[in-house]
T-cell receptor
């Protein structure tokens, strides 16, 4: 069975600091994709970053990078230079074989203070 | 280039009434996924549809819930005889083809059952 685990219910960080949000996963599919989404208080789901299981390099998108450690089955999100607008809920998700739905973790609430 | 549209954004129903949630995928997308988010939880998959076909409904409750994606028009998630436990945010996501890596989310419909 596929599973996503986010063990940090809440994280706190100061503006301009970096923060790492943890995500571990479990799957028996040889090919899979890992996603991070941001959900601000307004409720929409905003796609941040994607990592394919066969990608050789860690994905990066602006201030977001995904620290992918395949052997450890972890896909942590690193946000550099945090901003107040980064305060939100962050969800890690996984998709197994093509055409299947995303499986989400329970999320981590990030609070950025000035 | 409009994104995924969902309406209504907010829906209030009394117990026993019917709720109809609509999702218009992005232009050119023929695959739609519905997810439900209970308070303080991550998103849970409900159903995956292609035009005129249900591909996977393994996440749908067995009773009162149904979904369709007709040849013309939006995808509809229908909940009959709503109960308080149906109160949640319902998201749809669309993708252009079967093995697309990304699913584009709509803004969600927040259903409140009184």
């Amino acid at each position: 069975a596929q599973k996503i685990t986010q063990t940090q219910p809440g994280m706190f960080v100061q503006e301009k600091e970096a923060v790492t949000l943890d995500c571990t996963y479990d799957t028996s599919d040889p090919s899979y994709g890992l996603f991070w989404y941001k959900q601000p208080s307004s409720g929409e789901m905003i796609f941040l970053i994607y990592q394919g299981s066969y990608d050789q390099q860690n994905a990066t998108e602006g201030r977001y990078s995904l620290n992918f450690q395949k052997a450890r089955k972890s896909a942590n999100l690193v946000i550099s230079a945090s901003q107040l607008g980064d305060s939100a809920m962050y969800f890690c998700a996984m998709r197994g074989q093509a055409g299947t739905a995303l499986i989400f973790g329970k999320g981590t609430t990030l609070s950025v203070s000035s | 280039n409009a994104g995924v549209m969902q309406n209504p954004r907010h829906l209030v129903r009394r117990r026993g009434q019917e709720a109809r949630l609509r999702c218009s995928p992005m232009k050119g997308h023929s695959h739609v996924y519905w997810y439900r988010q209970l308070p303080e939880e991550g998103l849970k998959f409900m159903v995956y549809l292609q035009k005129e076909n249900i591909i996977d409904e393994s996440g749908m409750p067995k009773e009162r819930f149904s979904a369709e994606f007709p040849k013309e028009g939006p995808s509809i998630l229908r909940i009959q005889q709503v109960v308080r436990g149906d109160s949640a945010a319902y998201f749809c996501a669309s993708s252009p083809h079967f093995d697309s890596d990304e699913q584009y989310f709509g803004p969600g419909t927040r259903l409140t059952v009184t």
